[in-house]
């Protein structure tokens, strides 16, 4: 199981914590507040943070599992290795392209003839890889290495309430840590994290390549009623992947039924950025959104005069 | 004409290293991504119609899996009139014979869940097998919602 792999385990040089950020395919086309955000706010906190350069696609594993293995494992080694020449540990926040790099790492880690299977492939792109690096989620960077403690210490709350959409992928380790950092750096960064019946629930993400009425229909409206039932300010997730299913559904219901979701789904380092005092234009908050953010962001001056 | 006779082999006792997959409906999200999984494996499609393995709402709004346990004595055996139905005595896993599967549906109608189905374009009943002991479904599934088990150690 993927929890008895430890991604806390010491580093190779551990006073150290220097990540290179994977961005995915969805991040830097649909959400380049969070990208921003991300990449302005982190360094603030001490965490040396540089883009994975040369990045491919991270690549599905829910999907590359099933249909070649060897072209999950060699997409995903070229991503690593990249880091690995850096001499860096990769980071990431998409929940997808974690739980597939990270699944991909373990499994090189822990088969050393898996790997040398691998890095015959990488050979014809004249590289190799070791296997020596970590993967991380920025919740893990966030939680475990910055930490709760020191980012309310440094903080004011936003003034809004929110609701959480974890993801499918942030339920890999058996202890649910994940989703309880994501609980728990939300609660430190705003008035209120509001419960509802389908916050499990799945985006509907997945269920596009069967189905895309019912992704759309079942998955992404079946939420986004229980959301619009709260009176709450924001929806707050950390995963591309479930941004690019709720920002299609949001497009296809407004099409096909008039069907208006005007709640701003922003990731949690907006959030962030904005408890710190950033700007909400030095990171482009106002722009490529499902709906308008002015209201949080009016909240948030208000709060700030 | 030469007479066949069918005989349903003797399953007592079930063996002990029998695996079988366990849902747990706390950790499932319904994200369906194991219906894809197994559509892949066993069509090279991803069809939610051909998955041999369902995802749906249970009577208070969790996740229910609906997907073969292999039973120990399994009702679609003892119904199938023409003995297409086997159970492995070692690995415990249920398959059907689709060489002599007549594809009268008296598995599905046996079957306490109905989970064997009309192989679409082959008028024979398929159903999981496990992927033969090694299952995709499992493997991609990031909640860890289903797992596969030991049946004796989760009785």
């Known amino acids: 199981m993927a929890d008895q792999y430890n991604s806390t385990e010491t580093l190779t040089n551990p006073e150290k914590t220097r990540y290179s950020f994977f961005l995915g395919c969805v991040m830097p086309i649909k959400m380049p507040w969070a990208e921003s955000a991300i990449m302005q706010t982190l360094p603030k906190f001490g965490v040396d943070l540089e883009y994975l350069k040369k990045a491919t696609c991270c690549p599905r594993a829910g999907v590359w599992k099933s249909v070649d293995e060897r072209v999950w494992l060699t997409l995903a080694s070229y991503n690593l290795l990249q880091a690995e020449g850096d001499g860096r540990d990769v980071m990431a926040s998409c929940n997808g392209c974690y739980v597939t790099l990270y699944e991909a790492n373990k499994l090189l880690r822990e088969n050393p003839e898996k790997l040398k299977e691998i890095n015959g492939y990488l050979a014809e ?3 190799h890889y070791n296997a020596s690096i970590r993967v991380r989620h920025l919740l893990e960077v966030l939680y475990e290495e910055v930490g709760v403690d020191r980012i309310k210490g440094e903080s004011r709350k936003v003034p809004i309430r929110v609701a959480l959409h974890p993801g499918c992928h942030m339920r890999i380790f058996e202890d649910g840590r994940l989703v309880r950092y994501f609980s728990e750096l939300t609660c430190a960064l705003v008035d209120e994290v509001v419960p509802y019946e389908d916050e499990q629930m799945c985006c509907g993400l997945q269920a596009n390549l069967a189905d895309r009425q019912f992704a759309t229909y079942e998955r992404a409206k079946k939420k986004f009623d229980a959301l619009k039932a709260l009176n709450i300010d924001a929806l707050v997730i950390v995963c591309s992947g479930c941004y690019d ?22 990731h949690l380092a907006e959030l962030l950025a904005l408890s710190i005092g950033t700007s909400p234009d030095e990171f482009g908050m106002r722009y490529l959104r499902t709906a308008p953010v002015d209201s949080i962001i009016a909240k948030w001056e208000s709060d700030r005069r | 004409m030469e007479s066949v006779h069918f005989k349903t082999p003797d399953l007592d006792p079930a063996p002990l290293n029998t695996k079988i997959i366990l849902h747990n409906p706390d950790r499932c999200t319904g994200c369906r991504q194991c219906m894809t999984a197994c559509s892949f494996k066993n069509f090279n499609t991803y069809n939610y119609d051909l998955s041999l393995c369902k995802v749906i709402r249970g009577p208070d709004n969790e996740f229910v899996r609906i997907h073969c346990h ?36 008296a598995c599905t109608w046996a079957c306490p869940i109905s989970v064997p189905q009309m192989q679409r374009g082959l008028k024979a009943m398929t159903k999981c097998d496990l992927c033969g002991g090694d299952p995709s479904c499992i493997k991609v599934c990031s909640a860890r919602a ?5 049946r004796e ?3």
């Open chain 2, 70 to 105: 292999h039973c120990s004595d399994p009702m679609c055996l003892a119904a199938c009139p023409v003995s297409a139905i086997s159970k492995d005595l070692e690995t415990g896993i249920v398959s059907v014979d689709k060489m002599r599967c007549i594809g009268c549906k």
């Open chain 1, 245 to 266: 299913q709720f920002e299609r559904a949001v497009q296809i219901l407004k099409k096909e039924i008039g069907y208006e979701f005007d709640l701003p789904i922003i």
């Open chain 2, 153 to 155: 150690d989760n009785r």
């Open chain 2, 146 to 150: 289903i797992e596969l088990v030991s």
């Open chain 1, 125 to 127: 792109t004249h590289t």
